[in-house]
């Protein structure tokens, strides 16, 4: 793939299979081909890991934190269920919307919690919304644990960020979507990793094998769930699309 772009001429030239087309450098579509190559690049320069939240380190891309937020605002989940802890920033992140909305919680769930990111965790002001549950995210035991956590009549929303692998996510999806209220979402994130093979720190097994393959193959078992992005409450451009780490991660539940 070769990009030239002439910004006396206002155009993009894109050539991907030796036939070059051209693209107003001013354009949604122009947009959209430099937000996907800008992806790639940042991810290979670990962009998203020069970020904290409140003191914490949160390795997530901004834009996927901004839409998120949307939707925890617009749903108002009662708990939100994320597989995934490290450092806990996203947790700390998710705690803290639902401490400035006055109700919700966050369960973190990780087969690993570091002693370090443990005493952080449970030290920082948002934690008294933090509950913390180690072991492995889709051993029957944890998931019992996790649901055990949860009342029958509670919105719940749940995010997986543990291991990306497809097998791994999909066994996720499979344990944690009974969890998830109607009209709420299971987010497969980091699906990214389909379009980052082919960069010097990625790996070409992940063009087939990331979470967005695991989703996909999700809701052919499961009808009741439909893959889309949730629409953006606020949009006075042209765009549509969100500049993200997270492509086809978020699975909805038929109301």
């Known amino acids: 793939m070769k990009f030239t772009i002439d910004t006396d001429a206002q155009v993009i030239t894109h050539d991907a299979n030796g036939s070059p087309t051209e693209i107003p450098l001013y354009s949604p579509k122009a ?5 996907d ?4 690049v940042g991810w290979n320069q670990k962009y998203p890991y020069t970020f904290s939240w409140m003191g914490r380190p949160l390795i997530q891309l901004p834009e996927d934190l901004i839409r998120i937020q949307e939707v925890i605002y617009d749903l108002r989940p009662d708990v939100i269920v994320e597989t995934g802890v490290a450092h806990g920033g996203s947790l700390v992140f998710y705690a803290g919307l639902c401490t400035a909305m006055g109700s919700g919680r966050v369960i ?3 087969v690993e919690i570091r002693k370090h990111n443990r ?3 449970e030290a920082h002001e948002m934690f008294p919304r933090i509950t913390l549950v180690e072991g492995d995210s889709v051993s029957p035991e944890i998931v ?18 543990s291991c990306h692998t497809k097998d791994h996510v999909a066994k996720e999806l499979e344990a ?18 389909k379009d980052v093979y082919d960069v010097p720190r990625g790996t070409p097994e992940w063009k087939d094998d990331h979470p967005a393959a695991a989703a996909m193959e999700f809701t052919e078992r499961h009808a009741e769930f439909v893959l889309e992005q949730p629409k953006w409450p606020f949009n006075e451009s042209e765009l549509s699309k969100n500049v993200t780490h997270w492509p086809n991660a978020w699975l909805r539940k038929a109301a």
């Open 31 to 35: 947009f959209e081909a430099l937000s």
């Open 108 to 110: 973190g769930v990780d």
């Open 119 to 121: 005493e952080a965790i």
């Open 37 to 40: 190559l800008w992806v790639k």
């Open 176 to 193: 944690y979507h009974s969890l998830v209220s109607a009209g709420s979402y299971i987010v497969a994130t980091d699906g990214v990793m």
């Open 144 to 161: 019992d644990q996790v649901r055990s956590l949860i009342a029958p009549e509670e919105k719940v929303l749940v995010i997986l960020d």
